[in-house]
């Protein structure tokens, strides 16, 4: 079975974007060794990706080549009738049924792209098999939750971590179906 990795980038204040969906606070942090955080690999590892409209706006707005072509390109949305693009499949029934057939399909992982909405969801679903945090040396006074809304309570096991000379930490979980209370 595929896994769903959640491979994400947070202030320490667990902010994924400011309050508009920017993320150029990611560009200000010093990177003095010019390190890509292990992405090339983690990009080349994944071959779908799953984000909620709000992520891919965002993206669009960016005025670039959408930056996941040669992946398969899921958008979870409640808008229905989207035109139809070459870049990405709206999926605006069931979702969490959507994901959990995606998951059982041959192929390589998925990656979860964000946001905060989406993220509660499938990790409230039991679809997010792994957590890839890099926690940046930044807070941010208002912005998007990592998890917004109600995430359930629940253990994660610690895998590894990575500091690197910009201060981020990188954090990798395997996520449980334990919560504190058992």
């Known amino acids: 079975m595929r896994k769903l990795i959640l491979y994400i980038a947070a202030s320490v204040n667990g902010k994924i974007a400011r309050k508009d969906g920017a993320v150029d606070w990611l560009e200000a942090i010093p990177n003095p060794e010019q390190s890509d ?7 080349n590892s994944i071959d779908a990706t799953i ?13 670039i080549p959408f930056p996941y072509s040669g992946k398969q390109n899921f958008v979870l949305t409640r808008k229905p009738d989207l035109p139809p693009s070459a ?5 605006t029934g069931n979702q969490v049924q959507f994901i959990k057939a995606l998951k059982e399909q041959p192929g390589h992982d998925i990656w979860l792209i964000g946001g905060g909405h989406v993220n509660t969801t499938l990790f409230n679903a039991g679809l997010i098999d792994e957590i890839q945090l890099f926690v940046m040396p930044v807070i941010l006074p208002d912005g998007i939750d990592l998890f917004e809304a109600l995430p359930q309570e629940a253990l994660l096991h610690l895998e590894e971590t990575k500091s690197y000379s910009s201060g981020a930490v990188f954090l990798k979980y395997t996520t449980s179906k334990a919560t504190l209370n058992q």
């Open 37 to 43: 955080y292990g992405y090339n690999d983690f990009y």
């Open 87 to 91: 870049d990405v499949d709206f999926v």
């Open 51 to 63: 984000m909620g409209y709000n992520t891919y706006a965002q993206i669009m707005s960016w005025d």
